[in-house]
């Protein structure tokens, strides 16, 4: 049987920030929380969330084998600095494509796994398939989910990348945290379009990061008025909160950071890009899945403000 000691230097070896065991089963309140926000509509038009919903509410269905779920979270902050008059881009993609960086990681965690224990069987998921990322998190003690709907990992804020390595081997569970937001609703008061609909509860049609993202087709005259001066993604319910204020600290992950120099440019200058110099500033990046006509519409609404 592997080690809790031996899990602990694993991961961090691979630079993770926090990790711990979740059962597969994930408790009621967290299905609830799903199943509302879904039907009340507030996944917009993400259709792919819908066509999946037994599978998130149940990870067996997707991997009957699973017995336990190990969670990771990996700190991407950065402070910077930028003109707020400029078009502006969530921090989370100022670097590399964290799906890939961190899959890595977790890969190169299982791989070490096998190798203790012959017969182990693992499964990947960093931000894709049917899986309630922050759920799992939240129940693996990680941290706990805000009022803002982002989890917030003890000791680091809500910064961070989330994974999961399905297991097919028991691990002891971690103890859930304590939800420290008590009283606080900055990152409801600071939204700029009214998008938390309730604590923990984001209708996504007001959301800027999912107009700038996920939104497929052209903007609605209305939505055009809610970026706000976002580019791609938003930042502001996290940037408020007291606990990123408090924890937040420089990330160690160098790809999280490496195009800090591209993003102080005028919404001009951007405006300038080619579909090539598009994909060349953007190879590896999770901009790129804008793809360049979704970005010169970002950047078309921005001017029409």
Known sequence: MISADQIR??????????????????????????KKWINAGYQADMQWIERNIEQRLDIRERVPWVKSVLAVADNYFNHIDVSLNNPRISRYALGGDYHE???????????????????????????????????????????????????????????????????????????????LCGNCTKCIEACPTGAIIEPGLIDSRKCISYLTIEKQGDFTSREEQLLNNWLFGCD??????????????????????????????????????????????????????????????????????
């Open 9 to 34: 230097t694993t991961v961090f070896k691979e630079g993770f920030a926090a990790y711990g065991f979740s059962d597969p089963v994930l408790k009621p309140a967290h299905l609830m929380r799903f």
């Open 101 to 179: 960086i961190v899959k890595k990681k977790l890969l190169n965690i299982l791989s070490v796994l096998e190798e203790m224990e012959p017969g182990i069987i693992g499964k990947v998921y960093v931000d894709t398939g049917p899986v309630l990322e922050r759920a799992f998190a939240a129940q693996a003690g990680l941290g706990w989910i805000g009022k803002n709907s982002s989890l917030i990992v003890n000791d680091i804020g809500s910064y961070c990348f989330l994974g999961e390595l399905i297991l097919n081997v028991p691990a002891k569970q971690s103890n859930e945290t304590e939800k």
């Open 236 to 305: 502001v319910c996290q940037e408020c909160c007291p606990w990123n204020q408090k924890w937040g600290k420089k990330t160690g992950e160098t790809r999280y950071i490496n195009r800090l120099s591209i993003i102080e440019r005028s919404l001009n200058e951007w405006l300038e890009i080619t579909e090539e110099e598009f994909k060349d500033l953007f190879t590896n990046s999770s901009v790129k899945r804008l793809h360049f006509d979704r970005f010169r519409r970002n950047l078309l609404a921005l001017i029409s403000k």
